[in-house]
């Protein structure tokens, strides 16, 4: 585990996150106090973003995860066949 200063971390954050991705947590002081820490990912978080952003918010109670996961969005159907909506299209132009 290693510390570093708020003013060191600032001028040398891709080190700093570079040891912590690779397993080492570093201790970010500011006036020789501890005010935050930088781990590795845990075990099993995926490594895209917003895949963690949204597993945190079911966690949280946000959101709600799907009851059938896995099968997508249901098919869209037309609201009305093609037919109708061009013939209430030549209406409305032949109004003007």
């Known amino acids: 585990m290693r510390a570093v200063g708020l003013k060191v971390l600032k001028n040398k954050l891709s080190e700093y996150v570079r040891?912590?991705?690779?397993?080492?947590?570093?201790?970010v002081t500011d006036r020789d106090r501890v005010v935050a820490e930088l781990v590795p990912p845990q075990a099993g978080?995926?490594?895209?973003?917003?895949?963690?952003?949204?597993?945190?918010?079911?966690?949280k109670g946000w959101l709600n995860a799907p009851v059938l996961p896995g099968r997508g969005a249901p098919p869209r159907l037309p609201s009305a066949p093609l037919r109708d909506l061009l013939h209430e299209l030549d209406e409305d132009r032949g109004e003007r």
Not at 19 to 27: C, D, K, M, N, W
Not at 45 to 56: I, K, N, T, V, Y
């Open 19 to 27: 040891l912590a991705a690779s397993g080492e947590s570093v201790l």
């Open 45 to 59: 978080r995926s490594l895209a973003p917003g895949d963690a952003m949204l597993a945190e918010a079911v966690r």
